[in-house]
């Protein structure tokens, strides 16, 4: 006789990047020892992989997850963990001005009420010179990763990471699409632009939509009232 199999409840969210609905369920036990173990090697590759591998677990709708947007990643497993281990959090975050360790205030932050903050200066769609523009498509979290871990002067490493996130240079009458172009291509198109151009290119990156919220707490040694904004998925765990 077969063993009975719980099942889970499922719930809804809304893709940011896309607005596209997508259907849940919580973590299982399985799927929170991976995380653990994930998390115990302390090496991000491993950590990564395990939580897309357990995101795609626990969703039901077909979706690209090696396409994903750094922010869409970080929004659905915030999802997912405020209906698996539950809503709120309790982050301990020091003073920035006493020493003492008493310095330590407990903040209490509803995974329900974050967002992904988006800017009314933000276009993935840019205009550069005459009629010649690109669209832009948003870095995955491996390239996020690769980003933050670059030398500023590794300015060769940074191009080929912008590259990587063109999705199609357009003119008024064609549209050639990056996946259709050589690396050399690309790289060429954006030597060639000026410095104010290539600014519109990098806003495209500072204003990218990220994982926010805005917090206040006072320290319990100074008083000292502190403003906060946590952004990422590591900022809430």
């Known amino acids: 006789m077969a063993l009975p199999i719980n099942s889970a409840p499922i719930y809804n969210l809304t893709v940011p990047s896309t607005g596209k609905q997508l259907k849940f369920r919580p973590f299982l036990i399985k799927d929170e020892k991976a995380l ?7 090496d991000p590759v491993v950590m990564l992989d395990s939580l897309k591998q357990v995101i795609k677990s626990c969703t039901m709708d077909s979706i690209n997850f090696n396409e994903l947007s750094s922010f869409d990643l ?24 006493c020493a003492d ?33 690109v669209m832009m498509k948003y870095p995955t979290m491996e390239i996020i990763q690769r980003l933050e871990s670059l030398d500023k002067s590794d300015i060769d490493s940074a191009f080929n990471i912008i590259v990587e996130c063109i999705d199609y240079i357009f003119t008024d009458t064609e549209v050639f699409h990056a996946k259709e172009q050589t690396k ?11 410095s104010d151009q290539f600014m519109k290119i990098q806003k495209f990156f500072d204003t990218m939509p990220k994982l926010s919220k805005n917090i206040q707490y006072n320290c319990p040694v100074c008083n000292k009232h502190h403003e906060k904004v946590l952004e990422g998925l590591n900022s809430f765990f």
């Open 101 to 133: 360790e008493k310095a330590v205030s407990k903040v209490m932050i509803d995974l329900t009420k974050i967002e992904v903050e988006k800017s009314t200066e933000h276009n993935p769609k840019i205009d550069l010179y005459d009629d010649v523009g």
């Open 74 to 97: 970080e929004y659905i497993f915030i999802q997912l963990r405020s209906k698996s281990v539950g809503e709120v959090v309790e982050l301990l975050l020091h003073c920035d001005t």
């Open 184 to 194: 050399s291509e690309l790289l060429e198109f954006l030597n060639n632009l000026t």
């Open 36 to 42: 653990l173990i994930a998390q115990q090697s302390e």
